[in-house]
């Protein structure tokens, strides 16, 4: 079992950056792929980005492409989210998930969740 916690958040401008990071605990951290989502009120949770165990495959939405890089250090047991460029749309509670045998874009296949961490973008 792993357990993981989302910070970074915040507010910022419009064309701005941000790096949200999720620190894991529990289980081998290589041991999990994972994957950033997130979710606005009324709305499914969005996939974002994802990335394999080794760190060797990364997928993203075509909404982020090119603007927001995934990450993973082992040795800090940590995944990264740089988001540049960023835009009002982007506004959402973002959260990190881990799983053992997915890395990909559909949430409901991710057994571990933090409790989120909240973006907004201004105008």
Not at 36 to 59: D, L
Request: with cysteine; net charge positive; charged share 20%.
């Amino acid at each position: 079992q792993v357990h993981v916690v989302e910070s970074g958040g915040g507010l910022v401008q419009g064309g701005g950056s941000l790096r949200l990071s999720c620190a894991a605990s529990g289980r081998t951290f290589g041991s999990y792929g994972m994957g950033w989502f997130r979710q606005v009120p009324g709305k499914e949770r969005e996939f974002v980005a994802s990335i394999s165990r080794s760190g060797g495959t990364t997928y993203y939405a075509d909404s982020v492409k090119g603007r927001f890089t995934i990450s993973r250090d082992g040795a800090k047991n940590t995944m990264y989210l740089q988001m540049n460029s960023l835009k009002p749309e982007d506004t959402a509670v973002y959260y990190c998930a881990a799983d053992e045998d997915y890395n990909g874009r559909y949430s409901k296949a991710y057994d571990y969740w933090g409790q989120g961490t909240q973006v907004t973008v201004s105008s």
